[in-house]
């Protein structure tokens, strides 16, 4: 069975991921050319509500869940062809896998697992030209949000905007400063994220909504940046 008729068994009415269905279903599934100029094409809405559910899924530890959301996000927002999704959604996974214990987590094999996720990004799209590095400033943001999350004194939302910008910067080559206002709002969709979380995750919540719409707002951003 693909991936594509697996998203679409597992998030059909009735099926154990029917409340991703929206979101995971909604993918085209086209193969997708090796080509620079489609990392900065993607739409922000569905990019925007794909994340907030890959979150979701995350914070639940609904784990099979979280790799067909995230094969669907890696795919949107990648834009690399299926095999490579599979493979670099398989690699997200374990990243987050290692690092989502607190407090000892596993820092270096989440880099690992970046690394390879960005190496495979670089044969799709020829970047970024050094993966161990753009897996440094991933897990990096990371690193940041935890300290914002589990010890408000140690570094705070600035911080994790700072994190960001600096990943989002070396992937596009941009300028840090024009990459602040994405790196702001997907800070702010991680502080109601938290806000969730510190409630208990309940479903339905108003927060997610509100998260979801922050991260739209931050990848509008961050298309208007790189377009600019």
């Known amino acids: 069975m693909t991936i594509q008729a697996l998203l679409a068994r597992m998030t059909a009415p009735g099926g154990r991921l029917s409340q991703a269905g ?12 090796g080509d620079p100029g489609l990392l900065r094409s993607f739409d922000p809405v569905e990019v925007g509500r794909l994340e907030s559910a890959v ?7 609904q784990w099979l869940r ?15 062809d299926w ?13 987050n896998q290692l690092w989502a214990p607190y407090p000892r987590n596993d820092p270096d094999g989440a880099r690992r697992c970046m690394r ?15 993966p161990a590095r753009a897996a440094a400033l991933e ?20 911080a994790v905007v700072t994190a960001l910008a600096r990943l989002y910067a070396y992937l596009y080559g941009l300028d840090e400063a024009a990459l602040r206002p994405a790196a702001e709002q997907r800070a702010a969709a991680m502080a109601l994220s938290d806000e969730w979380v510190a409630q208990g995750c309940p479903p339905g919540s ?21 377009h600019y």
């Open 55 to 61: 979150w979701a899924a995350y914070y639940r530890r």
């Open 22 to 33: 929206e979101e995971a279903t909604a993918i085209r599934v086209a193969p997708l050319p």
């Open 83 to 95: 095999p490579r999704t599979v493979h670099g959604s398989w690699l997200v996974l374990r990243a």
């Open 206 to 226: 108003a927060l997610l909504a509100a998260a979801r719409a922050a991260l739209v707002r931050s990848y509008a951003a961050l298309l208007a940046a790189v």
């Open 139 to 158: 897990v990096g943001w990371w690193a940041a949000h935890r300290a914002q999350q589990h010890g408000p004194g140690a570094g705070g939302a600035p």
């Open 116 to 130: 390879r996720f960005y190496a495979l990004l670089r044969l799709a799209h020829g970047g970024p030209a050094d």
């Open 66 to 80: 979280l790799l067909l959301l995230t094969a669907a996000l890696v795919h949107r927002a990648f834009r690399m």
